[in-house]
């Protein structure tokens, strides 16, 4: 499938007198995304550790923006639209909830009544209904009105829960959502990603893999030296099999760490001099050219020098370079997320996420004005969580820390 000039009409049709090229509609896209209110509020919302907590760590904000700047010119190096995947980059974090996936996990263990709560899902929701910026002829939500193709390029799990082409837990849509994603996704075979998708997937890989243990060594949280550690590196590389590539050998993330530091860019100390400091950030620089480089030149390897778009091609992500990019994964995982004090942090959490679930069912008059309006318009008691859902998914983590205590 591919999407010829105006081939999709707007999920609302706009002023036909204000209609453009398909390029500037893609470019009205990003505008739109990057405008919107719920990309603001990811300045404040975890990416590994919470908002505030250091002067160098990263936000959702900060990651989204990244992706967008890696996405943007690997896309273009295979012959993407560079809009579509910048806005895809720029919108594939909006419907994450406070607390990183953390919070999403409780969300969606509170939500069994709804049909469950999944980010990616949750990301689709904010595009399509919950963001403000066009209605229906009937009133109805349609969130930013982007293009089909920005929508399909956001979407990683393009299926509903439990119909995904292999065993996972995660999905792109909810049931109430379908109508719109049956939209954009027509002519797409099923479960299958356009390759502006995959590219977004895959700079979102490469950012925060290397981004989070950039911040890791920053911040003191990780020493460098682990990974010169035999030791270190099989406990590390015991994580980035069973979490992230189960389908790899624990000898090949022993082997990915082995190659990641004879490149020479891992440092072997870190004292935060500004010496230390411009070493960690050229080892950022050289590792992403690193993924991404390796990932085009194989994509190009299968199928040729011409532009890549749409359903013409697959990424092809070689093992070794998929082990290298798991493994740091997983060393941010295993010294900062898993640790006791991380834990405690997360404890905590649990418990705003769940009062304020609590405090917005039994008082749905502390909605925001636009979300009681739709929990006064819904049909039964599980469309009326979904929007209590909604409301705190929106939250910054200070905000929902604030409610929390303000509303118990």
């Not at 390759?195 to 890989?205: G, P, R, T, Y």
């Amino acid at each position: 499938m591919t999407y010829a000039a105006r081939d999709r009409e707007r999920w609302v049709a706009e002023d036909p007198a204000h209609k453009q090229s398909d390029r500037d509609d893609f470019a009205r896209d990003r505008a739109r995304v990057l405008h919107s209110a719920a990309l603001r509020r990811l300045s404040a919302k975890t990416q590994v550790v919470a908002p505030g907590s250091d002067d160098f760590i990263r936000t959702r904000l900060t990651h989204s923006l990244e992706v967008a700047q890696i996405g943007r010119e690997f896309g273009s190096a295979l012959g993407c639209d560079a809009d579509v995947v910048d806005t895809a980059c720029l919108a594939h974090d909006l419907g994450h909830p406070p607390f990183g996936h953390h919070g999403e996990s409780v969300l969606d263990e509170l939500a069994s009544d709804a049909g469950g709560f999944e980010g990616n899902a949750q990301t689709l929701r904010v595009l399509t209904r919950l963001e403000p910026k066009r209605v229906h002829d009937d009133g109805r939500p349609a969130g930013l009105n982007l293009t089909r193709a920005s929508l399909d390029a956001v979407v990683k799990y393009p299926w509903a829960r439990g119909q995904g082409p292999y065993e996972t837990a995660k999905y792109g849509v909810y049931a109430a959502d379908l109508p719109v994603f049956h939209w954009f996704r027509e002519g797409a075979a099923g479960g299958v990603r356009c390759l502006e998708a995959q590219v977004m997937d895959w700079s979102d890989d490469v950012a925060y893999s290397v981004h989070d243990v950039e911040d890791a060594i920053a911040s003191g949280r990780v020493d460098p030296r682990v990974l010169y550690s035999p030791t270190e590196v099989r406990v590390v590389a015991e994580l980035a099999r069973t979490a992230y590539a189960p389908d790899l050998p624990v000898e090949a993330f022993v082997a990915a760490a082995q190659r990641l530091v004879a490149t020479g860019t891992v440092p072997h100390s870190f004292a935060g001099t500004r010496a230390d400091l411009a070493a960690l950030k050229d080892m950022t620089s050289r590792l992403i050219g690193r993924f991404l480089s390796a990932v085009e030149m194989a994509t190009r390897a299968r199928y040729g020098p011409g532009p890549l778009t749409r359903f013409a091609a697959d990424l092809v992500i070689p093992d070794d370079v998929r082990a290298e990019c798991s493994l740091l994964k997983a060393v941010a995982a295993h010294y900062v997320m898993f640790t006791d004090e991380r834990r405690s942090v997360m404890g905590r959490q649990e418990e705003v996420v769940r009062a304020l679930v609590e405090g917005y069912r039994g008082h749905p008059e502390r909605l925001d004005a636009d979300l009681a309006a739709d929990f006064a318009g819904a049909a039964d008691d599980a469309a009326r969580l979904r929007v209590v859902l909604d409301q705190v998914a929106s939250l910054t983590d200070a905000r929902a820390v604030t409610l929390a205590r303000t509303h118990a």
